[in-house]
């Protein structure tokens, strides 16, 4: 039964420093680490965010279309240039929009279970539950929810077939707000997924499916944070307290399954939200 | 030091503090709070990808332990030089397992699980079960850290190795 592993357990928020056992090699494989997530995911075919490194920023960027930008070709009264790039780019976001479309999975977003109700705001979606008398309210954005060096991972995939092409999921930061009825202050959880956890197929570390960052009271229904109450960072934190506020998260239907299911919706959002903005900028670039 | 906790499941529902608070009475119980230790509970795919890969056995199991110290004796509890060698090793705990033992046998879960680290520690402390005599000394350690953590708690919790005997 026992092959030694030895390797280095800690690496979460709290415990970087205090578990670090670094006396002995590591050995080629470990075990399983790395969490395979059943969210739901697609595979890669963002060419041109990989272009752009990331589609954030970039060194280098083709510049396909500048020659002409000065001399329209075309024109439709609009007042705006139209080159023969607009018109490239247009017919490349159309092939874009058509492969996206084929491998969304569904159109409508993926129900959570719990009793959740699910409210969209562009790309921030809030979603409520009311267990015994309080309030659970879990907030996310879709913007920067992918992981970077999903990159890296998006390179080596370039050398498989595209049914093995590694598959985008977007793993968001997310707020747990739990108010209750007579108090005027929330308890507010700041959440993130660890990102060891999503990037890679195999590692050193096992981190938790989701992770606490800070809690702090906030006024109840303020957007603001407020800066000046008490911020508990869980980078320090007794660990005891932290698996007693992990607890209290489970008790209000945020746990693994929530936060799989978190995943799930959230990825599934990110990527209607990207099919519509490439829509919208074929239809700016067309101007129609 | 301490125990770094970590649940990479979604299928059985852990109190971890509970978890927490039951692996630190059984530390005490062997006079081993000063040395790290990783619990990770995992579910039944999860263990059964470790368990063929280090024990080319491609069947779910309740845990697996890995040592740091691979050549422990029995009972003799390691002397680290340096503060980075206050590590015991890390225990792979099987809770869907557990849990669908529990539910056949009708056990409570933590005190299911609790047995199942402490089997899980004897293992990181050079215990084996591999010859008849082996196996006695691990029983009559792991009765003596139930019979302790029973007599500080209250509960009645009986080794794994006892209901594992007509397995062997």
């Excluded at chain 1, 006024?219 to 508990?232: A, M, N, R």
């Excluded at chain 1, 934190?237 to 489970?250: K, P, Q």
């Amino acid at each position: 039964m026992l092959k030694s592993v030895l390797r280095v357990v800690g690496g979460a928020v709290r415990v970087s420093s205090a578990t670090a056992s670094t006396a002995r090699a590591l050995p080629l494989s470990c075990p399983t680490l790395g969490a395979p997530s059943s969210a739901t995911t697609r595979p890669f075919t963002r060419s041109l965010w990989m272009l752009n490194n990331n589609g954030t920023s970039s060194e280098y960027r083709p510049k396909l279309f500048s020659s002409k930008a000065l001399n329209p070709s075309v024109s439709c009264g609009c007042g705006g240039l139209h080159t023969e790039g607009d018109k490239a780019f247009s017919n490349f976001l159309s092939d874009e929009i058509k492969e996206e479309k084929k491998i969304q999975k569904n159109k409508s977003l993926p129900k959570m279970s719990g009793g959740w109700e699910l409210e969209m705001n562009g790309t921030e979606a809030k979603i409520t539950r009311n267990v015994a008398g309080e309030k659970i309210i879990v907030t996310f954005n879709v913007n920067n929810s992918i992981p970077p060096n999903f990159e890296e991972e998006a390179d080596q995939g370039q050398q498989k077939s595209a049914e093995e092409e590694p598959e985008i999921v977007s793993t968001p930061n997310f707020v747990v707000e739990v108010t209750k009825q007579a108090t005027k202050h929330s308890l507010v959880f700041d959440c993130h997924f660890p990102e060891d956890e999503m990037s890679r197929g195999e590692g050193e570390e096992e981190s938790d499916i989701f992770a606490i960052r800070e809690v702090s009271f906030q006024p109840e229904g303020d957007s603001e944070w407020k800066e000046t109450s008490y911020t508990l960072n869980t980078d320090s934190l007794d660990w005891a307290l932290y698996d007693h506020l992990m607890d209290f998260l489970a008790d209000r239907g945020v746990d693994n399954t929530f936060a799989d299911e978190l995943m799930e919706l959230s990825t599934a959002v990110e990527h209607q939200e990207y099919i519509k903005f490439l829509e919208e900028l074929q239809g700016f670039v067309k101007c129609n | 030091m301490g125990v770094v906790l970590r649940n990479l499941q979604k299928v059985v529902s852990l109190r971890r503090a509970r978890l927490r608070k039951d692996i630190d009475t059984l530390r005490h119980i062997l006079g081993v709070h000063k040395f790290d230790m990783g619990i990770i509970c995992v579910d039944n795919r999860r263990i059964q990808q470790i368990n063929n890969m280090y024990r080319k056995k491609n069947v779910p199991t309740d845990v697996l332990s890995f040592p740091f110290y691979e050549d422990l004796r029995p009972g003799k509890l390691p002397c680290p030089i340096h503060r980075d060698e206050l590590n015991l090793g890390d225990i792979f705990l099987g809770v869907e397992f557990v849990m669908k033992q529990c539910q056949e046998d009708s056990l409570d879960l933590h005190g299911a699980l609790t047995i199942t680290m402490a089997h899980g520690i004897c293992h990181l402390l050079g215990y084996r079960h591999e010859t008849e005599e082996e196996w006695t000394e691990m029983l009559q350690r792991e009765e003596y850290i139930l019979s302790e953590y029973n007599r500080l708690t209250g509960s009645h919790l009986q080794p794994l190795m006892k209901r594992c005997t007509q397995d062997r």
